[in-house]
């Protein structure tokens, strides 16, 4: 498990299916069993947050590598727009790239499966 993304409005964990361990105790009456335990959806997948409206959705399958592969992009591309930005002239730079597009982008799968927070 690994946070792969942190904004004022989403968290992105990425669960790989390497993190999983083979062997998890589980309980059986009085003795811990070791068998092989993975998550409910298969290993693997992206778990994302909506902090402001408390709702979350786990991706996995296609849908956490289409994810992925969108992300991985349009990070290139802030990453080509801050390059062209520092490579101006002094007095002739842009503004910074907007962080912005990776939330819009992120919200766009908040609407497969929202998934309510609950305070215990």
Do not use: C
């Not at 059986?28 to 335990?37: I, L, R, S, Y």
């Not at 062209?84 to 730079?93: K, T």
């Amino acid at each position: 498990m690994q946070m792969v993304y942190n904004s004022e409005s989403y968290v992105v964990v990425q669960f790989d299916a390497q993190s999983a361990s083979p062997q998890t105790p589980a309980v059986q009456g009085t003795a811990a069993v070791a068998e092989h335990v993975e998550p409910p959806f298969g290993p693997g997948g992206f778990e994302i947050v909506d902090k402001q409206g408390r709702a979350d959705v786990f991706l996995h399958g296609a849908v956490a590598e289409h994810f992925q592969r969108g992300a991985q992009a349009l990070m290139q591309q802030l990453q080509q727009l801050q390059q062209a930005r520092q490579e101006l002239p002094a007095g002739q730079s842009e503004a910074e790239p907007d962080m912005q597009l990776l939330d819009d982008y992120i919200a766009g799968f908040m609407t497969l499966g929202r998934q309510r927070l609950a305070m215990h």
